[in-house]
């Protein structure tokens, strides 16, 4: 069974940063992408960034270009999304989600809890 359980998330200051952490189990990443979403009350969910099978990043955010970067610790089994230059608007709860396969070609069908980062002075 597919498992994923984020972290990390909190209050912090804009201009500052924050690393997300997403702890999976069930799968491999030799077979499986990861990526990370997130959602505002009343908004859509968007898509951060997908962790590619060989650890790079693809579809990135434009508002979020520079500042987000997903890399993976795989004898840890754990994927981060580490967040610099925080802006208030980045405000949202987070997400990391799997599929089996690319990062391209399908829903993400396994999702974690979340984890709500506020970003405020």
């Known amino acids: 069974q597919l498992k994923l359980v984020e972290s990390g998330g909190g209050l912090v200051q804009p201009g500052g940063s924050l690393r997300l952490v997403c702890e999976y189990s069930?799968?491999?990443?030799?077979?499986?992408?990861v990526a990370w979403f997130r959602q505002v009350p009343g908004k859509e969910r968007e898509e951060v960034l997908c962790?590619?099978?060989?650890?790079?990043?693809?579809g990135i955010l434009d508002s979020v270009q520079g500042r987000f970067t997903g890399f993976t610790d795989n004898p840890k089994n754990t994927v981060y999304l580490q967040m610099n230059s925080l802006k208030p608007e980045d405000t949202a709860v987070y997400y990391c989600?799997?599929?089996?396969?690319?990062?391209?070609?399908?829903?993400?069908?396994?999702w974690g809890q979340g984890t709500l980062v506020i970003v405020s002075s």
């Open positions: 989600a799997a599929r089996r396969g690319t990062c391209i070609g399908g829903p993400f069908e396994n």
């Open positions: 069930g799968f491999s990443l030799r077979d499986h992408s």
């Open positions: 962790i590619t099978n060989n650890g790079g990043n693809l």
